[in-house]
């Protein structure tokens, strides 16, 4: 059994969590608990976080609607213990906004994208060092995602090796440490959780496409229709929680 500590960084909006659940439970939903056993800390509530990750496996940190933009103290106590926790070699996963805060807490800049917001199932380049990276093992240098963010982190920390890009993110994985790792897509969300985001922010979404230039009425049906399985996801935090544990 594997224990992995779960510091959960915000909550999906109601409508969200009352379809599909909240962060945490699509974690636990794609791994599956065989073989697991997770401590969920709701770090973003300003929750007592662990002196240290001695006695956890692996740490992981979710995704946020919060941005690293606007810090909080609870941010700057999160990314201590993570940056502690991979030093120490613990293995350590930061996603999205977990990502975003590890390449901040390793000296690197986040920034909102100028393309905007990046939604939906996409597509997702391994670098060379990507496809040598135990967190890819077994997978296409192509890879199927689901993603939702609006910041980025534009170019890799010093000391850091970018894994995998798309056009809209250049950086959409990171190596921090032998065994940190970060992605800006969202390997534990599945179609339905998508689908529930999308159908949430729908009002949102439309905005920000008309202020971009784009015919209104047409982002969110394109969206949904462009919703697909991603498989790829749940391996590679399997790969994440067996090869770096």
């Not at 992605?183 to 179609?191: D, Y």
């Not at 015919?215 to 394109?222: A, F, I, Q, T």
């Not at 996801?233 to 067996?242: A, C, S, T, Y």
Request: aromatic residues 6%.
């Amino acid at each position: 059994m594997k224990n992995v500590l779960l510091l959960k960084a915000g909550e999906a909006a109601a409508s969200v969590r009352l379809s599909v659940g909240d962060y945490d439970r699509w974690f636990l939903q794609t791994l599956g608990l065989s073989g697991y056993r997770f401590d969920v800390v709701p770090a973003f509530q300003g929750a007592k976080l662990p002196e240290d990750a001695a006695g956890y496996d692996a740490v992981l940190m979710s995704g946020s609607p919060l941005s690293v933009t606007r810090l909080e103290p609870w941010m700057e106590r999160a990314a201590r213990l993570m940056v502690d926790a991979a030093e120490k070699g613990v293995p350590v996963l930061g996603v999205c906004f977990g990502h975003q805060l590890l390449a901040y807490a390793y000296g690197g800049r986040v920034v909102r994208s100028p393309l905007g917001r990046e939604i939906g199932t996409v597509q997702v380049d391994l670098t060379e060092h990507g496809r040598a990276d135990p967190l890819f093992r077994g997978l296409p240098e192509r890879l199927t995602v689901q993603a939702t963010h609006e910041d980025i982190v534009p170019e890799p920390p010093a000391g850091t090796v970018v894994l995998a890009g798309n056009a809209h993110t250049a950086v959409q994985a990171l190596a921090f440490r032998p065994c940190a790792r970060g992605v800006q897509f969202h390997p534990e969300v599945q179609p339905d959780a998508m689908r529930a985001l999308i159908q949430a922010r729908a009002e949102r979404l439309e905005a920000e496409a008309t202020e971009r230039g784009q015919p209104p009425g047409e982002r969110v049906p394109r969206l949904l229709a462009g919703i697909a399985p991603t498989p790829n996801g749940r391996q590679i935090l399997v790969n994440f929680l067996e090869h770096f544990t």
